[in-house]
């Protein structure tokens, strides 16, 4: 299967018939695994690290907490191997094989063995050459999605787990757990921090 048809339902989690519960409890299970200890679900050791190296350098820890605080790539194990079916989970592992391909051939490593300026120019690279995700009305995509490429579907998904960890709704962004009256008519300078409702 080649590199387009392994990502062409993407969003990386855009063909998944699973419910939204079901992916937050996931997230919220990836909380009891430690660092240490892990052991990938579906991933090897090596495209674990590629995928732990990828989403750091998407979602790298600032003033608040990076991408692997929070564990998304434990997260996007899980996903992929409790709900993605044999030949999606097959097309993931061509295109994490095709993605350290590309960096070792254009700069001698795979992803992961990389120094920080090399992983950088590869991710502007990617920036640059993948797809981008056509604009959504409630959740539908409007128009025949085109394949959008490995590394524009992992960053997509990889924000999508970040922003929906337990830490930062809680921690990062504004949380009202009881929100009280709606007013969808305030000045955004009004409403401050982005809320995680």
Not at 87 to 103: G, L, S, T, V, Y
Not at 106 to 122: A, C, M, Q, T
Request: glycine share 8%; aromatic share 10%; proline share 5%.
């Amino acid at each position: 299967m080649d590199r387009r048809s392994a990502i062409r339902n993407t969003g990386l989690l855009a063909g998944a018939s699973v419910t939204l519960p079901t992916f937050l409890s996931l997230l919220q299970s990836c909380k009891r695994e430690t660092r240490l200890d892990w052991e990938p679900e579906f991933f090897t050791r090596d495209e674990a690290k590629t995928i732990s190296t990828l989403v750091d350098m998407i979602l790298p820890r600032t003033e608040t907490p990076g991408a692997l605080d929070v564990k998304v790539d434990i997260f996007i194990d899980k996903v992929i191997a409790r709900t993605y079916e044999e030949q999606d989970q097959e097309a993931m592992r061509k295109a994490i094989a095709d993605f350290n391909e590309d960096c070792l051939k254009n700069h001698g490593s795979v992803f992961n063995d990389l120094n920080e300026s090399e992983k950088i120019k590869v991710l502007e690279a990617a920036e640059k050459s993948s797809g981008k995700f056509n604009p959504g009305i409630w959740g539908i995509t409007i128009g025949n999605q085109e394949p959008v490429g490995f590394y524009r579907s992992m960053k997509a998904v990889a924000i999508w787990a970040y922003f929906t960890s337990r830490e930062i709704g809680e921690g990062v962004l504004s949380y009202d757990p009881i929100p009280g009256n709606y007013n969808g008519c305030l000045p955004v300078k009004d409403v401050g921090n982005k809320w995680s409702l």
